[in-house]
């Protein structure tokens, strides 16, 4: 085989392996990275036009933001989302802007801006588009370059699992199943319907800050929370902002 087609196999058969886990993370519950390349070039396209319509007004045409609006892009604009989902973000778009019209672009729209804004603060494109749906958003975290995906110690978390007593008469979460969260001491409708499909896992978490919620009422359920997880070799916490019921029992789950 000439050395030049050899060469084209190799190279495309490296292409392929770069942009799996992109794909792979828009198919199945694997988390990946804004680094994975998950936005396209076309849509970074179309996201332009309709932030320089809809956005730039209050965010400046730069994203550099101004006294209507705070800046998209650099540090400040990353510190607030860094350690959770894509979900977290484009929720918060989504439900929020334009602020005096949140209508005015619909959810596919709001999409493409969110592809755009990823491309402005010098994040990968991909092959694959970017799509308002929450359940796969979920599964992209924000992390700096270089920082493997999964749960992180000290980052915010969501979590389903059973609510149920534990040692030293703290409550604990058993048959877990973790993933990235926001900030938010809120479980949105959103987030409530997509824990209600999730299964439970095999993760125990010790809950901190739980008696707000009143646990005592809730023992036995099958819940969703959301906090800021502490993980150490041996010791696995969590700072309680939010627990909902999903179910008044787990025992139909294995």
């Known amino acids: 085989m000439p050395k030049t087609l050899l060469a084209c196999l190799a190279s495309a058969a490296l292409a392929a392996t770069m942009v799996a886990p992109a794909l792979h993370a828009q198919d199945s519950d694997a988390i990946v990275t804004i680094w994975d390349g998950v936005y396209t070039a076309a849509q970074t396209e179309r996201g332009q036009a309709i932030f320089d319509r809809s956005c730039s007004r209050c965010h400046n045409s730069n994203l550099s933001g101004s006294d209507r609006g705070p800046p998209l892009v650099g540090e400040e604009f990353l510190t607030s989302w860094i350690d959770g989902s894509l979900e977290a973000l484009f929720s918060f778009v989504r439900d929020s802007m334009p602020q005096d019209n949140v209508s005015l672009v619909n959810d596919a729209g709001k999409a493409d801006i969110l592809a755009y804004i990823l491309q402005n603060n010098g994040f990968p494109m991909g092959t ?4 308002p749906d929450t359940g796969r958003l979920e599964m ?3 992390l700096r370059e270089g920082v493997a995906p999964g749960l992180l110690n000290l980052s915010f978390v969501q ?3 059973c609510l149920e007593p534990g ?6 979460l ?3 199943n973790a993933r990235p969260g926001s900030r938010g001491r ?3 409708a959103d987030e409530l319907e997509r824990a209600r499909t999730r299964a439970l896992g095999t993760e125990t978490y010790t809950l901190v800050s739980a008696t707000p919620f009143e646990p005592a009422v809730r023992n036995g359920h099958k819940v969703a929370a959301k906090g800021l997880l502490y993980r150490q070799p041996g ?3 969590l700072n309680l902002t939010a627990l909902e019921t999903l179910a008044d029992t787990c025992s139909t789950e294995r």
């Open 128 to 131: 694959t588009e970017l799509t």
């Open 167 to 172: 040692p030293g008469a703290r409550w604990v």
């Open 140 to 142: 992209v975290q924000i």
């Open 174 to 176: 058993a048959r877990s």
């Open 186 to 188: 809120v479980v949105t």
């Open 159 to 161: 979590v389903v699992g």
């Open 235 to 237: 010791d696995e916490r």
